[in-house]
């Protein structure tokens, strides 16, 4: 757990060894919400015990669900779809943007009214995004320029949902398809680039009979969802980090057991193998109705990328460490259709722009894109604008810079990876708070 707020981060040795990764957010989040929508009992293993997930736990809580925790293990008693009592005081979202968005699904659906807020990053996100499909469908949620807090007058006769994907995003798909869960009739979802089906998956492991193809599903509400044990593969979005980390420090070498491959979320992979990495997958298996595998990746001459498209979501929570990974690849990287990094945690093109910047690495961006040239990280300070992601990026630029990298306001790592300091300090990595 981290304590202090500052990060300071010397070169270090190389990663060696197994590295055992914290449960899926995305997944845990989805296992809280969905498993306290079913009836019956369940037990969640390899949970996400952060401060995100917890808010998802709470926000459950009051809303009548019994959930237990023990370490990375819950116990749920599922309530069934019609049971979610009204909750007594306004729900704190937190830092969690998919809490917001996914929960708003539900509330706007109910007998009953509530708000729904979060700290001062996610009062700056946008949320007209599920505000307006919402609404399309009969919705009543008001707020101050489409930003949290949102006032949800629930409805529970809202009309079936139609929905043509405008943003490429999970948050907004698996937030309306919560609803149509709750909606008498068939909803239908399109998108035109396919984001990561975590929900689309736990509804079928739940035995929810949904309609889908690749990019295509249809949803009949008011069906049952069974109870059934959950076991959560490991965060490859955390994963990420260490990855880098042993490609970019020399003689390293290091398996992550267990990781959740979901095809929508493999992008970090497929795109550093372009760059030359030496990344190998294998043990592949199905887990709760999601691909999980073991990766061995060793330290690797990178070369720079340009990529563009669809590859792009694939990889949404992925680019700071990308960034690093492009600052000391050879070459200089182009990475377009990246508007979306804006509207994170933090302005992330803004926040990596400056932080690279600040320790010695030639930046330059424009609203959607960036070019980074790759050559020497230098050393210097940067502030991660209480982003856990930029904090934990510029922690792994450290291990190879010539000089230490300080980082500023780091406590928000404790969101989805609190564990992150101790596996850095077991890797031997010379990581102080100051
Ligand atoms: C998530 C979807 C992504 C991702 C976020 C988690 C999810 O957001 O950035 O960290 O769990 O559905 P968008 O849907 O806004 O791209």
Redesign the pocket.
Same mark, same amino acid.
């Not at 590295?19 to 293993?45: E, M, N, Q």
């Not at 997958?281 to 709760?288: A, D, G, P, T, Y």
């Not at 930046?363 to 930029?390: A, C, L, P, Q």
């Given at each position: 757990m981290i304590s202090s707020n500052n990060l300071l981060v010397n070169k270090s040795n190389p990663f060696l060894g197994t590295i055992i990764i914290p449960g899926d957010k @995305?997944i845990s989040?989805r296992s809280v919400i969905l498993g306290s929508l079913a009836d019956g009992k369940l037990t969640v293993s390899n949970f996400l015990n952060s401060e995100d997930c917890l808010c998802t736990v709470s926000a459950m809580q009051q809303l009548g669900a019994q959930i237990d925790i023990d370490n990375t293990s819950l116990s749920i008693n599922g309530m069934g779809l019609t049971q979610l009592k009204a909750p007594k005081n306004v729900i704190d979202a937190g830092n969690s943007? =998919?809490l917001i968005r996914l929960l708003s699904g539900v509330l706007a659906t109910q007998n009953f009214d509530s708000i729904i807020t979060g700290d001062s990053s996610l009062k700056k996100r946008p949320m007209r995004r599920i505000i307006e499909p919402l609404s399309d469908c009969g919705a009543y949620i008001s707020s101050e320029n489409y930003m949290a807090p949102l006032n949800i007058q629930g409805n529970a006769n809202l009309k079936p949902i139609n929905y043509q994907q405008k943003i490429a @995003?999970?948050? +907004?798909k @698996?937030c309306l398809m919560l609803t149509s869960l709750f909606i008498d009739g068939t909803s239908y979802f399109k998108e035109n680039i396919t =984001?990561?089906d975590h929900t689309e998956n736990m509804l079928e492991h739940f035995n929810y009979k949904i309609t889908r193809s690749d990019n295509c599903s249809s949803i009949i509400g008011r069906q049952v969802l069974t109870a059934k044990d959950i076991v959560i593969g490991s965060d490859i979005s955390s994963a990420a980090f260490f990855i880098v980390a042993t490609l970019i420090t020399k003689g390293s070498r290091i398996t992550l057991p267990n990781i959740n491959i979901n095809k929508y979320r493999i992008g970090i992979i497929q795109v550093l193998k372009k760059m030359g990495a030496n990344i190998n997958i294998s043990n592949e298996r199905l887990e709760s109705n999601e691909l999980i595998g073991d990766l061995d990746v060793s330290s690797s001459k990178l070369k720079a990328i340009n990529l563009d498209g669809s590859i792009i @979501?694939t990889l +949404?929570?992925e680019f700071p460490i990308l960034f690093i990974a492009c600052s000391v690849a050879s070459g200089t990287s182009k990475i377009s259709g990246i508007e979306?990094l804006r509207h994170?945690e933090s302005d992330r093109i803004k926040s990596m722009e400056e932080g690279l910047k600040a320790v010695g690495i030639n930046v330059s961006s424009t609203n959607d894109s960036i070019e980074i040239e790759g050559s020497e990280i230098f050393g210097g300070k940067v502030n991660s604008f209480g982003d856990h992601r930029i904090a934990m990026s510029f922690a792994i630029a450290g291990l190879v810079s010539k000089k230490s990298i300080t980082i500023t306001d780091t406590k928000n790592i404790r969101t989805s990876f609190p564990s992150f300091v101790k596996i850095m300090r077991e890797q031997g990595a010379e990581i102080y708070e100051i």
């Amino acid at each position: 757990m981290i304590s202090s707020n500052n990060l300071l981060v010397n070169k270090s040795n190389p990663f060696l060894g197994t590295i055992i990764i914290p449960g899926d957010k @995305s997944i845990s989040h989805r296992s809280v919400i969905l498993g306290s929508l079913a009836d019956g009992k369940l037990t969640v293993s390899n949970f996400l015990n952060s401060e995100d997930c917890l808010c998802t736990v709470s926000a459950m809580q009051q809303l009548g669900a019994q959930i237990d925790i023990d370490n990375t293990s819950l116990s749920i008693n599922g309530m069934g779809l019609t049971q979610l009592k009204a909750p007594k005081n306004v729900i704190d979202a937190g830092n969690s943007g =998919t809490l917001i968005r996914l929960l708003s699904g539900v509330l706007a659906t109910q007998n009953f009214d509530s708000i729904i807020t979060g700290d001062s990053s996610l009062k700056k996100r946008p949320m007209r995004r599920i505000i307006e499909p919402l609404s399309d469908c009969g919705a009543y949620i008001s707020s101050e320029n489409y930003m949290a807090p949102l006032n949800i007058q629930g409805n529970a006769n809202l009309k079936p949902i139609n929905y043509q994907q405008k943003i490429a @995003s999970a948050q +907004i798909k @698996s937030c309306l398809m919560l609803t149509s869960l709750f909606i008498d009739g068939t909803s239908y979802f399109k998108e035109n680039i396919t =984001t990561r089906d975590h929900t689309e998956n736990m509804l079928e492991h739940f035995n929810y009979k949904i309609t889908r193809s690749d990019n295509c599903s249809s949803i009949i509400g008011r069906q049952v969802l069974t109870a059934k044990d959950i076991v959560i593969g490991s965060d490859i979005s955390s994963a990420a980090f260490f990855i880098v980390a042993t490609l970019i420090t020399k003689g390293s070498r290091i398996t992550l057991p267990n990781i959740n491959i979901n095809k929508y979320r493999i992008g970090i992979i497929q795109v550093l193998k372009k760059m030359g990495a030496n990344i190998n997958i294998s043990n592949e298996r199905l887990e709760s109705n999601e691909l999980i595998g073991d990766l061995d990746v060793s330290s690797s001459k990178l070369k720079a990328i340009n990529l563009d498209g669809s590859i792009i @979501s694939t990889l +949404i929570d992925e680019f700071p460490i990308l960034f690093i990974a492009c600052s000391v690849a050879s070459g200089t990287s182009k990475i377009s259709g990246i508007e979306e990094l804006r509207h994170k945690e933090s302005d992330r093109i803004k926040s990596m722009e400056e932080g690279l910047k600040a320790v010695g690495i030639n930046v330059s961006s424009t609203n959607d894109s960036i070019e980074i040239e790759g050559s020497e990280i230098f050393g210097g300070k940067v502030n991660s604008f209480g982003d856990h992601r930029i904090a934990m990026s510029f922690a792994i630029a450290g291990l190879v810079s010539k000089k230490s990298i300080t980082i500023t306001d780091t406590k928000n790592i404790r969101t989805s990876f609190p564990s992150f300091v101790k596996i850095m300090r077991e890797q031997g990595a010379e990581i102080y708070e100051i």
